[in-house]
């Protein structure tokens, strides 16, 4: 089985920390991603990397970075923690089927971050 | 800009009755359409999931239904179990690549409730 773990079920931090959020995944996927989950809009992709060393922005990169030094870990770091970047943070892994029929995205259990 | 809108935000079902989950896209190069359950603390996890050269795909009690002209998709879970009750997420995805291939857009989600 796939296995993805996050570091933290919960964190409480103060405004203007920096906070790292780490993953891990257990299965050499090349593709890893950050999700943020918020009521009422859906997971939105906050970045993603398909490579070690390689990174791509998603849909919500503003005050976060990541990194990605090994391929099973996968980093997000909020440089400057704000009141507005309290959720729940997902990071996923994927696997594509060799035929590139299915491919499916293994989610960890979520951090779930409060930033006061 | 949400390019996958879902609906109903909620849905209370009896037992043994039809859930019935809708989405819509816009993007028309969009080519992989999943659904997600998430269970309460737990991260998403892949249910089911269509391309857009069939019309239905059935699994079990769960149902794609594929309207490429309509640029729907909805889920439909036939005789629902109070063990069905989660959270819902549609999604989509285009292209294919290291990059592109696998991004995932979600839609915001929908809680169904079974009661018994």
């Known amino acids: 089985d796939v296995k993805v773990t996050q570091s933290s079920r919960y964190l409480v931090k103060r405004t203007g920390e920096k906070v790292f959020l780490e993953c891990v995944q257990d299965?050499?996927?090349?593709?890893m991603f950050w999700y943020r989950q918020d009521p009422g809009l859906g997971l939105r992709l906050i970045y993603f990397?398909?490579?070690?060393?390689?990174?791509e922005k998603g849909d919500i990169p503003e005050g976060y970075s990541v990194s990605r030094e090994k391929k099973e870990r996968f980093s997000l770091i909020l440089e400057s923690a704000s009141t507005n970047q309290t959720s729940m943070y997902l990071c996923?892994?994927?696997?594509?089927?060799?035929?590139?029929?299915?491919?499916?995205?293994?989610f960890g259990p979520g951090t779930r971050l409060l930033v006061l | 800009q949400q390019q996958v809108k879902q609906s109903p935000q909620s849905l209370i079902v009896q037992k043994g009755g039809i859930s019935i989950i809708n989405c819509a896209y816009e993007n028309t190069a969009f080519d992989y359409f999943p659904w997600y359950q998430q269970f309460p603390g737990k991260g998403p996890a892949l249910l089911i999931a269509?391309?857009?050269d069939v019309s239905e795909k059935k699994e079990g009690r769960f149902t794609i239904s594929f309207n490429k002209s309509a640029k729907q998709f909805s889920l439909h879970i036939m005789d629902s179990q109070p063990g069905d009750s989660a959270t819902y997420f549609c999604?989509?995805?285009w292209g294919e690549g290291e990059t592109s291939g696998s991004r995932l857009t979600f839609g915001e989600g929908t809680q169904l409730t079974v009661n018994p």
């Open positions: 999604a989509a995805s």
């Open positions: 269509i391309r857009p």
């Open positions: 996923a892994s994927l696997s594509i089927v060799i035929t590139g029929t299915q491919e499916t995205q293994y």
């Open positions: 299965m050499d996927h090349e593709n």
């Open positions: 990397s398909y490579d070690v060393k390689m990174k």
